[in-house]
C-alpha cells in the first residue's frame, strides 16, 4: 500500500503518529524539505515517535520514509491527466480526435491505477485466489462484464469461478460459501446493499473476501481481508460512460490473472496448450 494512503487512513496509529500523519497530509509541498528534528519539533513529537510511525509504514527508518515518498510525489504528478473522465471528448470533436482522448483516458487509467499497486498485496491476493477450491465473484452492471472476462480467462487454467450475481441467484450463493472459498467484490462505489449484506455473513463465517473498488474507506473495504483500490476519477451521475472505472477493473483484473498464472507458470501453460491439443475440444472452439 502507498505512504500518503497509509497516513491517510491511520490505521492502528497512537495520537502522536496520527499528529504526525496530519501534518505530512497537510504540508506535502514542504515535507520534502525537512530533516528528522524539524518534522519533530513542527508536529510537537520526538525522533522515536517518527521512527515509530515509519516501521509502522513498514519502513526502515525516517531516510527510506522521505526517499519513498518523493518517488510517490513525482508519479503523482507525472500522472495528472489532461482528459476529463466524466466526458473525455466534445461535441465538436473529429472521430480521429475522439479516438485520441480515448486512447489518453486508457493510458492515464493505467498510469495512475499502477501507482497504487502493491507487490505484498497482489502476491496475497494471488495466493488467497489460487488456493480457493472455488471462487464466487459479486458484480453488477457493467462491471459483471469485466467479471464474465476475468471468470474466462481463470477457467482456462482449471479454476472453479461462478458470478455470484448472476441471474439474482447471489443469495443462495452467499449461503454456500465455506471457508476453503473465495469470494471478490467488483465494485467502485461499494455501497451495494446486497454486497453489504453478503460480506457481513463473510467476515462473521470467517470466509476470505477481497474487495476492488474506488472507495477504499468503505464498510465493505474495512471488512474485507483485502483490498485493491482503483482511481477514484468518475461522477456517479454525470458521465458519459464508465470508461474510467471499467478501464481500472479490468487492468486490475488482468493483472491478478497474471499473477495466479505465474505462481505455476509452467503448470498453467501446459493445461492451456493440452487443452487445446484435444479434438473433441477443438471442434467445440471452432463454435465458440
Known amino acids: 500500500m502507498k505512504i500518503l494512503m497509509q497516513l491517510s487512513e491511520m490505521q492502528n496509529f497512537t495520537p502522536n503518529e496520527k499528529s504526525i500523519a496530519s501534518y505530512i497530509l497537510l504540508h506535502k509541498e514542504s515535507i520534502l524539505h525537512l530533516n528528522i528534528q524539524e518534522l519533530a519539533k513542527a508536529t510537537y513529537t520526538s525522533h522515536s515517535a517518527i521512527n515509530r510511525l515509519t516501521h509502522k509504514l513498514g519502513l ?63 502476491s496475497q491476493t494471488a495466493l488467497l ?3 480457493a477450491k472455488r ?13 464474465k472476462s476475468f471468470q474466462n480467462k481463470l477457467v482456462k487454467i482449471n479454476k472453479y469461478v461462478f458470478i ?20 471478490v467484490f467488483l465494485t467502485y462505489h461499494g455501497k451495494s446493499p446486497i454486497f ?7 467476515a462473521h463465517e470467517n470466509i476470505p473476501f477481497i474487495t476492488i473498488t474506488a472507495t477504499n474507506q468503505s464498510e465493505l473495504a474495512k ?58 475440444l477443438n471442434d ?3 463454435d465458440v
Open 60 to 122: 526502515s527508518g525516517f531516510k527510506e520514509f522521505i526517499i519513498k515518498l518523493a518517488r510517490e510525489f513525482q508519479q503523482n504528478t507525472q500522472n495528472i491527466s489532461n482528459v476529463d473522465p466524466n466526458y473525455p471528448f466534445g461535441f465538436d470533436e473529429s472521430p480521429l480526435q475522439v479516438a485520441k482522448e480515448i486512447a489518453e483516458l486508457m493510458k492515464e487509467t493505467i498510469e495512475k491505477n499502477f501507482t497504487f499497486m502493491d507487490d505484498d498485496l497482489l
Open 129 to 131: 485466489l489460487d488456493q
Open 135 to 147: 471462487i464466487f465473484i459479486y458484480a453488477l452492471g457493467d462491471s459483471q462484464i469485466r467479471a
Open 164 to 183: 455470484a450475481t448472476e441471474l439474482s441467484e447471489w443469495a443462495y450463493h452467499t449461503a454456500n460459501l465455506t471457508t476453503q472459498d473465495c469470494a
Open 196 to 202: 453489504l449484506k453478503a460480506a457481513r455473513h463473510f
Open 223 to 280: 471488512l474485507s481481508n483485502i483490498c485493491i483500490q482503483v482511481p477514484n476519477d468518475e461522477v456517479k451521475h454525470a458521465k458519459i460512460g464508465t470508461f474510467s472505472s471499467q478501464i481500472a477493473f479490468d487492468y486490475v483484473l488482468n493483472v491478478i490473472y497474471s499473477c495466479i498464472y505465474k505462481i505455476d507458470y509452467l503448470k498453467n501453460m501446459q493445461t492451456t496448450t493440452q487443452s487445446l491439443k484435444n479434438s473433441h
Open 284 to 286: 467445440m472452439m471452432n
